[in-house]
């Protein structure tokens, strides 16, 4: 089953082209990770699936409905999960409110079993802005735990993180992947990008350039 | 003697400013603009409840109660058609519409009420009761407690309630909360509807202690926005201690100052924490956050 | 296309031509006022119109002034620097009136350099002489704030009225003339100022009352009045307020609030403050303006005075000679003794009144 479909997405800014007739399709369970140098659309791209940014044409499609006429937090709705590059949580809110936030329960017991999970039970009142950078993606992580979302967008979950966190972060990388979720990988470690994902796509200049099966 | 009757006198303009101020801060959180109309909407509280309890005859309590739920409708109105519509401009257009909506509510309320000063039927005027040195009289009992109880109220709005939860949510970062599904257009309409209601409220407690004029809002809209940078934006609780602040410098501060400088002395305080504490008293250095 | 310009040209030409004509021409005596009639200070600046409005339909109706008719333009000044400003603007430009009257000192202060420039008659029912010196041609037609606070502080003082005197005022000239008037015959005197426009006395009540002040001099307006008094009845404090003028510090509309920091008022007027709404004058003014049961009718009665001075100076002088009328104004003395409230001539451009001291107590105002 198709998880995602991309058709034909094209962006510019200005004058500037971010994105030229990009078109792919991802099945379900499988990660795919995407690569190219800076300034080659991949934020881009994420940013118009979830739709932060509206594509000048093209569609987008999940799980075989057209979505890139929804609005941003629809799509989220839909079960669209993100974990940012930068600035991903919310700083002036504890651990435990960055989650309640995420969904729609309360549950306090479900969200300390989260944080437990990614290693960050004991901080789980304090504010967000003391994390460091490493377990700010962890707690993004949770997120997108306690959200169960089905599509997840990684951009660059490594840089800027301890070699200790990224090793967590591989794992909860892994329990996902046994979940059966979608993933999407913005990565530029090639060893990574090796051990974790199953596909791979190369932007150049906003245009697919290459795509590769890795398994 | 005199220095608990200063303080008394500070608490009760603090407690007025407080109810604007929260509103302020909440809308300045999450939006960034400067509501200069919030004024104009507790001055319409103010006439709303003026016409039930005084045209209508209806006791103020009543006219205290509809005049919440008129400013949080007006509230929403104003941001339906003069903020959102501009949303994707550059800040200043937001402001430019700040102070449009502001001249009009003015007008609309001196055309069909007049200019001159209107007052609330409260009752033949008495001495005010006389403990630990001062002189209170019911009426400003009544605002104290009223803008502490609406305080309380605010309280568990924001930090039990989901839209609450939400609201601070999307005044941290929009662009991540719409990614988690949150709908922040309606969280703003919300916080509109709540924050102006809160002036409403306000409103119709400074027209009980100093009456009724179309000008009415200004000043204290100032004084609370003064109130909210001191506080630290986007902060309530910073913006009801940055209100009691400037209420109670205000109110000590002309004993020793002449009394022109009442006014003053609010901008001048506000002035020093643009230039040495622009994070206010409960604020921190915030980083960038965007997409 | 030549014949369509020229008519063109040729309607236009008369169009201006005919629209000068109409002026010179013109059958009717103009005589202008701007006043607050709406918001703060109308409570004075309606019943002066309307006063105004009595004395021209009565005149008109018996005639006019040497055949001409009078006819008056108003304009609300709102108690407003710029508003009172192009109002003045408007009707000097438009209506070329032959005098212009006013109300407040403030709004005379931003009107005279214009009538001046005119040099047309600005008879301004100020408290305050200050204008007097500027303009030539200012007349001041109203209660004079040096002889009126002067007489209430001595009487005050001779019938022990207070122990310790203060002045409780906004910086406006007629408080400062006041205050000059009263230091003639109390020396000492403390002074607790606030800028015209401010509602809150209760810093500068404690202020008073910490210095041992138990008796507050002052002018206001009714908006200020209406809150010094409410405040000192919440406060309690022992301070009785000696005002000016009686009609104005407690007019009939905030009597019926009764507020218990009227009792032992001490004031001054040139007409009893409710013997005036009794009078002759009153009747014909309530039956004109039946709407106005409450006003201030010493205004009415100033306002009327007004139009009679002017009418005795243009029918002196016939109304295009600037120069008789001026010196006509100059020399009025109310020989025919026909004055609403008691006038008894100008000196100096100073109107004449006959002042009187009076008291508040449980049944109004008494004279003393």
Known sequence: MIALELKSISKHFGGVTALENVSFKLEQGKTLGLIGG????????????TKMISPNSGEVHFKGKRVDNLPAYKIARLGIGRIFQIGGIFNNMTLLENLFVATNSGNEEEAERILNEVGLVQKKNEKAATLSGGQQRLLEFGRVMIRNDELILLDEPFAGVSEGNCKKIEEVIGKLQKEGKTIILIEHDSKRIKRICNQLIELDEGKLAKKTNID | MVFQQLVVNGIIAGSEYALLAIGLTLIFGILRIIHFAHGEVAMVGAYVAFVVSVSLGLPLPVGFVVAICFGALLGMAVNRFAFKPLRKQHVWI?????????????????????????????????KGMEMFGFIITKTQVLIIVVAVALMILTWFFIKKTKTGQQARAVADNRHLAESLGIDSEKVIASTFAFGSALAAAGGVLIAMETNLDPMMGLMPNIKAFAAVIVGGVGSVPGAILGSYFIGLTENIGIWYLPSGYKDAIAFFILIVFLLFRPQGILGKKKEGIEQ | MKNTKILIFTALLSVVLLSGCSQIQNDEIEIGVVTPLTGNGATLGKPMVEGMELAISEINSQGGINGKQLKLHIEDGKLEG???TNATQFILNVHNPKAMVTLYHVDA????????????????????????????????????????????????????????????????????????GAKEVESSIEEYWYV??????????????????????????????????????????DIDLFCATASECINPGLESKNYPSFQGTVSVDFVHPREMDKSAFAQKYYAAYPNSKNAVVTYAGIGYDAITILKDAFTEC??????????????YKNEKRDSVIGTLGFEDRVLKLDYDIYEFN???????
């Open chain 1, 38 to 49: 800076n300034g080659s659309g991949k934020t881009t791209l994420l940013n118009v699936i």
């Open chain 2, 94 to 126: 937001g402001l430019i519409a700040a102070i449009a909506v502001s001249i009009l509510l003015q007008n609309i309320i001196a055309l069909f009420f007049g200019n001159e000063i209107k007052t609330y039927n409260l009752g033949p005027v008495e």
């Open chain 3, 82 to 84: 710029q508003a009172t």
């Open chain 3, 109 to 180: 202060e931003v009107m005279s350099p214009l009538t001046k420039q005119e040099k047309i008659p600005l008879l301004h029912a100020s408290f305050a002489r200050s204008i007097l010196p500027k303009d030539p041609y200012a007349f001041k037609i109203n209660f004079d704030a040096v002889d009126g606070c002067k007489q209430l502080v001595e009487y005050a003082k001779e019938n022990n009225k207070y122990r310790k005197l203060g002045a409780l005022m906004s910086r406006v000239a007629y408080n400062e003339y006041c205050l000059q």
């Open chain 3, 196 to 237: 015209f426009g401010n509602t809150d006395f209760k810093t500068l009540l404690l202020k008073a009352k910490e210095d041992g002040v138990d008796a507050l001099l002052t002018v206001g307006i009714d908006f200020e009045y209406i809150e010094m008094y409410k405040q000192m009845a919440e406060l309690g404090y």
């Open chain 3, 318 to 331: 016939g109304v295009a000679d600037q120069e008789c009328v001026q010196s006509a104004l100059e020399s």
């Open chain 3, 362 to 368: 449980e049944n109004g105002w008494q004279l003393k």
